[in-house]
C-alpha cells in the first residue's frame, strides 16, 4: 500500500488549519500549513502551554475562575493556582454538560458546577478556546520564520476543524461555533464554512494508520477493520473496510457507536468505593482524619500512574508525601492504600461493561468478520480495558494494535491527516434527514382529519395540509462520498417578475430511524425528536427564464421549478441546485447557513 504519510504536492490556495480535540481531561491543538506547489507536510502539535514542559502536546482541560466569575488561569496553572483557592472555583470536565442523552451509560460522574456569571456552557466554552486558540496562534508565530508576517497574510482565512464525540449533532456543534463567535476567534459576518467537524472515531482512523505498528502495511482491498478513541468521557467506536489501495479508499459499513464510559468514569468510582467504605471510619481527638484530603490525594496518585498500569490483583496507591501514615481501619499502611481485586474490580466494571455493549453494537451491525481491533486515546493505555475487550468471546482470536505515539492526542493529528486528501468516501449516517413538505388532504386518514383545522387552498385551489415530514436519508445508511439525493422543489408567485435572491429551505434531522408522520405539531413546533440541522439558501436568479405561468392560458400564479441536490457523504453536508435548460443540465450554489448563525448574528 501506498504510505499515507508520503508527502503529496499540495496544490490548492494557501491555507492554514488548526484541529482542535478539547477533551474532558486534556485538550490538543494541532495546525498545517499547506503552500501550492508544495509537499503537503506531516500535522504540527502545540506546545509550551504555560506552566507545563515544553514539549508537552496536551494541556489540562481545565478554568480557575474567581469568585466573580472571571477566568484567572488555564489548563496547568489553573490546577497547580497558588493564590487564595477558597475564594476561586476549579472548573474541570465541562463537556460533559454538552453530551447528549444518547450516549449516556451505567457510568456515573457529577456534574461539575459552573461559576457566577458562566451558567452557560457556551461561555465557559468560549473562555477556553480563546486561551487555547491564543496559544496556538504564539506558537504558530513563534516556529515560523517571519511568523507575524504569515499569520498577518493568513489571520482572516484560517480554518478550524474540532474532533468531537461521535454522538455529537448540530446541537453540539452549533455551541461550539457560539463559543468561537463570543471569544472573538472568528468575527461577526465570517464565513461559518471556515468551522468544520469531523467525528473522534473517523480522525482516529486516520491517525492510527501511521501510528499503529503494522496497520498500513496489513491493509489490503476487504480488509475489515474497526477503530476503537477511548478517551477521558467517551469512548469512540467506528468500523471501516478497505475498498482500494492506492490511492487509500476507506468506508464506513456500520452507524459508529459514542458512549460516556471513558477514563474519567473510572475515577469517578474510585472516589465513590473510598467514600463508601471509609464513611463509618470515624475520627480521634487525638489523630483527626481529614477523609476528603486523602480521597484527593489517592486520585491523584491513581490518575497519575496506577490507571495506566494496574491489571489485576491488588492496587496499591502510594500516597505522596505520606510515608509514616498508616491507619488500618482505611486500609492505609505506611503510605501505602492498599485495595483488593474485587474492589479494584467494582471500580472498573461500570466502565469496562458500557465499552464492551457499545463496540459489540458497532461490529454487530456491520455483520460482517472483523479480524483487526485499533486502540487509540488515553483509556487505551489501560491494562484493565485492554484485557477485558481481548477476553471477550466475541473478540477471541483478533489482533489487537495500539498507537505507538500514545503521548499525541489521536483525534486532533487525525482530523489534519485528512488534508489535502481524503481516504473516507463512504459514511453511515448517524441521524436521518428530511424537509417539511405539503400534501393533499386525504379525508381517508385519520392523522389528515385530526388537522383538517389547519387545511389551505395551494395555487391550484387544492386543499391542502403543510409539516409532512418527508425522508432524504435514512439513519444507518451508507452513504457514498459523491452521492446526492435529490428533492423536486418549486416555488410559487403572484406576478411574472418576483425576487428570486433569497430562496431557502430548512434541513430537518432526527435521531430515530423512522420519525414521525408530521414534522410539526398542531401548534408550528417541531415534533418531538426532530430538530433543525441548518438552512440551506439560493439565488434562483439564473431560473428567471423558466418561470411559467399556470395555467398556460388566463395565468393565476406563476412557477419556477428546480431540484435539490444533497451530500450527506461528505467531511461535511452540502447542497447545490440543478435544472435542465435547453437539453443541458445547469447547476446552481447553495449555501449551509448553521443554525447558530441566525442565534448569534
Excluded at 468575527?187 to 472515531?201: H, I, K, M, S
Excluded at 468505593?273 to 480521634?284: F, G, P, Q, T, Y
Excluded at 466502565?351 to 458497532?362: H, K, L, N, R, T
Aim: neutral net charge; hydrophobic residues 40%.
Amino acid at each position: 500500500m501506498q504510505d499515507s504519510s508520503s508527502a503529496q504536492i499540495y496544490l490548492g490556495p494557501e491555507k492554514l488549519v488548526f484541529a482542535i480535540d478539547c477533551g474532558a481531561t486534556r485538550t490538543a491543538v494541532a495546525f498545517i500549513h499547506l503552500s501550492p506547489g508544495y509537499p503537503s507536510p506531516s500535522p504540527e502539535f502545540v506546545c509550551r502551554w504555560p506552566g507545563q514542559e515544553e514539549t508537552e502536546c496536551k494541556v489540562p482541560t481545565a478554568i480557575r475562575y474567581s469568585r466573580a466569575g472571571v477566568p484567572i488561569a488555564f489548563g496547568a496553572e489553573a490546577e497547580e493556582y497558588y493564590g487564595l483557592q477558597e475564594d476561586t472555583l476549579l472548573v474541570r470536565y465541562f463537556k460533559l454538560l454538552l453530551h447528549p442523552p444518547q450516549s449516556m451509560s451505567r457510568c456515573r460522574h457529577s456534574p461539575p458546577m459552573l461559576p457566577n456569571g458562566r451558567s452557560d456552557i457556551v461561555a465557559v466554552y468560549s473562555d477556553f478556546l480563546g486561551f487555547t486558540f491564543s496559544q496556538a496562534t504564539r506558537f504558530f508565530k513563534a516556529t515560523r520564520a517571519n511568523g507575524d508576517g504569515m499569520w498577518a497574510r493568513l489571520c482572516d482565512t484560517f480554518e478550524i476543524v474540532f474532533a468531537i464525540p461521535n454522538a455529537w449533532n448540530e446541537t453540539q456543534e452549533n455551541k461550539m461555533i457560539r463559543a468561537l463567535l463570543r471569544a472573538g476567534i472568528l468575527q461577526p459576518g465570517a464565513n461559518l464554512e471556515r468551522v468544520t467537524f469531523v467525528t473522534e472515531a473517523e480522525a482516529a482512523v486516520h491517525f492510527a494508520l501511521l501510528n499503529a505498528s503494522g496497520v498500513a502495511d496489513s491493509m489490503r482491498p476487504g480488509s475489515v477493520f474497526t477503530v476503537i478513541d477511548a478517551g477521558g468521557s467517551t469512548v469512540d467506536t467506528a468500523i471501516y473496510r478497505c475498498d482500494q489501495l492506492n490511492p487509500l479508499r476507506l468506508s464506513e459499513i456500520a452507524p459508529s457507536s459514542c458512549v460516556q464510559a471513558g477514563s474519567i468514569y473510572v475515577n469517578s468510582e474510585l472516589e465513590r468505593l473510598l467514600s463508601e467504605k471509609w464513611a463509618a471510619v470515624k475520627s480521634r481527638k487525638s489523630d483527626p482524619l481529614n477523609k476528603s484530603g486523602l480521597i484527593s490525594a489517592a486520585l491523584q496518585r491513581f490518575e497519575q500512574k496506577m490507571k495506566k498500569t494496574y491489571d489485576q490483583g491488588l492496587c496499591i496507591i502510594r500516597l505522596e508525601n505520606m510515608d509514616k501514615f498508616t491507619d488500618p481501619r482505611l486500609s492505609i499502611r505506611n503510605g501505602s492504600l492498599v485495595l483488593s481485586a474485587n474492589e479494584m474490580d467494582r471500580v472498573f466494571r461500570p466502565s469496562i461493561e458500557s465499552i464492551q455493549m457499545s463496540v459489540c453494537q458497532v461490529t454487530g451491525a456491520a455483520q460482517v468478520a472483523c479480524p483487526v481491533f485499533i486502540l487509540v486515546g488515553g483509556y487505551s493505555e489501560s491494562p484493565v480495558l485492554r484485557r477485558e475487550l481481548k477476553e471477550l468471546p466475541e473478540f477471541s482470536g483478533k489482533q489487537w494494535m495500539l498507537s505507538s505515539e500514545p503521548a499525541k492526542k489521536a483525534a486532533a493529528a487525525g482530523a489534519l491527516l485528512r488534508y489535502p486528501q481524503e481516504c473516507v468516501v463512504a459514511r453511515a449516517l448517524r441521524y436521518t434527514y428530511g424537509i417539511s413538505i405539503d400534501v393533499e388532504f386525504d379525508r381517508k386518514l385519520v392523522s389528515h382529519r385530526s388537522r383538517q383545522h389547519l387545511c389551505y387552498r395551494d395555487a391550484d385551489n387544492r386543499l391542502t395540509l403543510g409539516n409532512h415530514w418527508d425522508t432524504l436519508v435514512n439513519r444507518g445508511d451508507i452513504v457514498q462520498q459523491h452521492q446526492y439525493f435529490i428533492r423536486k422543489l418549486y416555488r410559487v408567485f403572484d406576478h411574472p417578475n418576483p425576487d428570486l435572491r433569497e430562496w431557502s429551505q430548512v434541513l430537518l434531522v432526527s435521531d430515530q430511524e423512522k420519525p414521525g408522520y408530521w414534522a410539526r405539531t398542531n401548534d408550528g413546533e417541531l415534533a418531538e425528536g426532530i430538530r433543525t440541522a441548518c438552512r440551506l439558501t439560493a439565488d434562483l436568479s439564473a431560473l428567471r427564464h423558466k418561470i411559467k405561468a399556470c395555467p398556460e392560458q388566463g395565468a393565476h400564479y406563476w412557477k419556477v421549478s428546480f431540484e435539490l441536490h444533497v451530500y450527506f457523504g461528505r467531511k461535511s453536508l452540502s447542497a447545490h441546485l440543478a435544472w435542465e435548460d435547453e437539453g443541458a443540465i445547469k447547476y446552481g450554489p447553495v449555501s449551509v447557513i448553521p443554525a447558530v448563525l441566525d442565534e448569534v448574528l
